[in-house]
């Protein structure tokens, strides 16, 4: 007999977006399957997962690990390249990669501790850890078949324009006309001769405590400049950053901690503040969205 989970409402609502409900109602079938086929037994679903169902599990030998079955999309390289970027990280700078099934877009990784989030530091300690954890993992990486920085910037761009049509424009067309132009600079600023694997999505609760400092989970995973990495934390705590007297202050602190371009890093923040807080608004992620999308309004005024 399967079992029923709780999944949190906003993956249902990601999963309702994506046109898979099936997934859904298929899931507790899902997750019996891998509980047999890796021999693990499914424990807590964790609570604070996105974009995926996520839960604890205990294996045969008595150790812990996490089970994450993703939302099955159109396109379905988004675990491909999540496991890609596991695999080439090896364990280091993201959580170690234990099975794979594709066929359920689902991954068995090492369990790590609280994230950035849960440990409440104050934002100049989380941003160092950040940055710290982010760069361990940028490497070269030849024939990863992994999204350009440029795909992603044109990717980015699409979704701006269609949503924020969609979504009768929940904010300016001006934070809009900024952030498009943002992702021409940085379609166009592709090279591949400087760029690395980079995560995608570094943030506070995508940053977990491990035996020896912090990784990463829930890579995205991009050939791209590593600006690319510090514009997603350019993106969070908006409200922080409306505080500022100039919002370019963090640009400057994070490019001179990584020793990276400066406008880079604003271009990529431009972009992701103003695509995510649009997905939020789809999702009804709220109140980061609204937030996200007034820190839009600041930032493209600068």
Same mark, same amino acid.
């Given at each position: 007999?399967?079992?029923?989970?709780?999944?949190?409402?906003?993956?249902?609502?990601?999963?309702?977006?994506?046109?898979?409900?099936?997934?859904?109602?298929?899931?507790?079938?899902?997750?019996?399957?891998?509980?047999?086929?890796?021999?693990?037994?499914?424990?807590?679903?964790?609570?604070?997962?996105?974009?995926?169902?996520?839960?604890?599990?205990?294996?045969?030998?008595?150790?812990?690990?996490?089970?994450?079955?993703?939302?099955?999309?159109?396109?379905?390289?988004?675990?491909?390249?999540?496991?890609?970027?596991?695999?080439?990280?090896?364990?280091?700078?993201?959580?170690?990669?234990?099975?794979?099934?594709? &066929?359920?877009? $689902?991954? =068995?990784?090492?369990?790590?501790?609280?994230?950035?989030? %849960? !440990? #409440?530091? @104050?934002?100049?300690? +989380?941003?160092?850890?950040?940055?710290?954890?982010?760069?361990?993992?940028?490497?070269?990486?030849?024939?990863?078949?992994?999204?350009?920085?440029? &795909?992603?910037? $044109?990717? =980015?761009?699409?979704?701006?324009?269609?949503?924020?049509? %969609? !979504? #009768?424009? @929940?904010?300016?067309? +001006?934070?809009?006309?900024?952030?498009?132009?943002?992702?021409?600079?940085?379609?166009?600023?592709?090279?591949?001769?400087?760029?690395?694997?980079?995560?995608?999505?570094?943030?506070?609760?995508?940053?977990?405590?491990?035996?020896?400092?912090?990784?990463?989970?829930?890579?995205?995973?991009?050939?791209?400049?590593?600006?690319?990495?510090?514009?997603?934390?350019?993106?969070?705590?908006?409200?922080?950053?409306?505080?500022?007297?100039?919002?370019?202050?963090?640009?400057?602190?994070?490019?001179?901690?990584?020793?990276?371009?400066?406008?880079?890093?604003?271009?990529?923040?431009?972009?992701?503040?103003?695509?995510?807080?649009?997905?939020?608004?789809?999702?009804?992620?709220?109140?980061?969205?609204?937030?996200?999308?007034?820190?839009?309004?600041?930032?493209?005024?600068?």
């Amino acid at each position: 007999m399967t079992r029923e989970f709780e999944i949190p409402q906003v993956v249902q609502n990601k999963a309702a977006a994506a046109g898979a409900q099936a997934w859904l109602t298929e899931l507790p079938e899902r997750v019996a399957h891998l509980e047999r086929l890796w021999d693990i037994t499914v424990d807590n679903v964790y609570t604070e997962g996105t974009e995926a169902f996520v839960a604890a599990a205990l294996c045969s030998d008595g150790s812990t690990a996490v089970l994450k079955v993703a939302i099955p999309r159109l396109d379905t390289t988004e675990v491909r390249h999540e496991a890609t970027v596991l695999r080439l990280a090896a364990g280091d700078g993201c959580a170690a990669l234990l099975a794979e099934e594709p &066929e359920h877009h $689902a991954l =068995l990784m090492e369990q790590l501790g609280p994230s950035l989030f %849960d !440990l #409440d530091l @104050p934002v100049t300690a +989380r941003w160092e850890i950040l940055c710290d954890t982010a760069s361990r993992l940028w490497r070269i990486t030849p024939d990863a078949s992994l999204p350009t920085g440029a &795909e992603k910037a $044109a990717w =980015l761009s699409d979704a701006i324009s269609s949503r924020w049509t %969609d !979504l #009768d424009q @929940p904010c300016s067309e +001006r934070a809009v006309e900024v952030a498009l132009a943002a992702s021409d600079r940085r379609r166009l600023a592709h090279d591949d001769e400087r760029s690395v694997l980079v995560h995608g999505d570094v943030h506070q609760w995508n940053v977990l405590q491990a035996s020896v400092g912090f990784k990463l989970i829930d890579p995205d995973g991009l050939f791209a400049e590593p600006e690319y990495d510090l514009g997603v934390i350019m993106r969070e705590d908006p409200i922080e950053l409306m505080a500022d007297s100039d919002p370019r202050l963090r640009a400057r602190w994070l490019a001179q901690r990584c020793e990276l371009d400066v406008e880079a890093v604003w271009d990529w923040g431009l972009i992701e503040r103003v695509s995510t807080g649009l997905l939020c608004a789809e999702i009804n992620l709220q109140p980061v969205g609204r937030q996200m999308l007034r820190a839009a309004e600041y930032a493209a005024d600068a």
